[in-house]
Nanobody, 123 residues
């Protein structure tokens, strides 16, 4: 089991950028598929982006394609989410998740979750 700690959230104006990071402890990170989910007030948790263990396959929500990029550095046990051209509707708590199954778009595929980091985009 891995422990995941997110960082990098904050308040930004629309059109701005943030980079989230998720540091994982434990030796399983290199075998883990990783993802970022988000949950806005009053809404369910939704997938933002996911990547398989090698980083060779990625998946994005339609709402963030072309603006967000997920990447990972297995040597540093860290996954990143670069968020550009942020919009007020991107405001949410962002969660890092890790798991070993191949259904990378499903929250149920991830066993380990971080505590979340708040991203607020002002208009």
């Amino acid at each position: 089991q891995a422990q995941l700690v997110e960082a990098g959230g904050g308040l930004v104006q629309a059109g701005g950028s943030l980079r989230l990071s998720c540091a994982a402890s434990g030796r399983t990170f290199i075998r883990y598929n990783m993802a970022w989910f988000r949950q806005a007030p009053g809404k369910g948790r939704e997938l933002v982006a996911a990547t398989i263990w090698s980083g060779g396959i990625t998946n994005y929500a339609d709402s963030v394609k072309g603006r967000f990029t997920i990447s990972r550095d297995n040597a540093k046990n860290t996954v990143y989410l670069q968020m550009n051209n942020l919009k007020p509707e991107d405001t949410a708590v962002y969660y890092c998740a890790g798991g070993a199954t191949l259904a990378i778009t499903l929250a149920s595929a991830y066993r380990d979750w971080g505590q979340g980091t708040q991203v607020t985009v002002s208009s």
